[in-house]
């Protein structure tokens, strides 16, 4: 059974950096996309990023395209978010999420396993 354990958020200010970090065990993860989702209160959950895990092609939101990057680590089966330049609007709590065919897509009810959520609070 695959199993995703999200941690790194926090409260930061206006223009601080964050690391999210996704643990993910149970698989082997051949084939996998690994996708940052985030949702704010009253507000759907919306895509953030997404990384294949075999060739490691990434896809972004246009929002933080140029702020964020995604990245793994093999040896710990582990992908990261590295979020720079924080706007109050990225404030959300944010999951990861994992699907077992290598296409990098955006609608998250295509994505079979969810991480619990950590909390990302920018203040202005």
């Known amino acids: 059974q695959v199993q995703l354990v999200d941690s790194g958020g926090g409260l930061v200010q206006a223009g601080d950096s964050l690391r999210l970090s996704c643990a993910a065990s149970?698989?082997?993860?051949?084939?996998?996309?690994i996708g940052w989702f985030r949702q704010a209160p009253g507000k759907e959950r919306e895509f953030v990023a997404a990384?294949?895990?075999?060739?490691?092609?990434?896809a972004y939101t246009i929002s933080v395209k140029g702020r964020f990057t995604i990245s793994r680590d093999s040896s710990k089966n582990t992908v990261y978010l590295q979020m720079d330049s924080l706007k109050p609007e990225d404030t959300a709590v944010y999951y990861c999420a994992a699907k077992p065919r290598p296409a990098l897509l955006t609608a998250s009810q295509l994505y079979n396993y969810w991480g619990q959520g950590t909390q990302v609070t920018v203040s202005s």
């Open positions: 149970g698989g082997t993860f051949v084939n996998y996309v």
């Open positions: 990384l294949t895990w075999t060739g490691g092609s990434t």
